[in-house]
């Protein structure tokens, strides 16, 4: 892991196209700005995990439950 100090206003880049900006401080937390590409996505570290655990559960679909649903799918044809 990088890590990089910064005061308020100032900057850090990644790449050509992603820019963090620190916009303020206040007590323990930091209020940060973000300029990215609108076709790249950013969430925060909890929502990320949960999409990750629902891809992984979703991964996790019995075989059987794939032969219901084309065999439900036939039947409506």
Request: no cysteine.
């Amino acid at each position: 892991m990088l890590i990089l100090s910064r005061r308020p206003g100032e900057s850090i880049h990644i790449g050509d196209d992603i820019k963090i900006t620190i916009l303020a401080l206040k007590g323990k937390q930091v209020k940060i700005g973000i300029e990215v590409p609108e076709d790249l996505p950013v969430y925060r570290d909890e929502v990320y995990k949960k999409i990750q655990d629902e891809n992984r559960q979703a991964m996790l679909t019995r075989e059987d439950d794939f032969l219901v649903v084309a065999s439900l799918w036939k039947r409506e044809k």
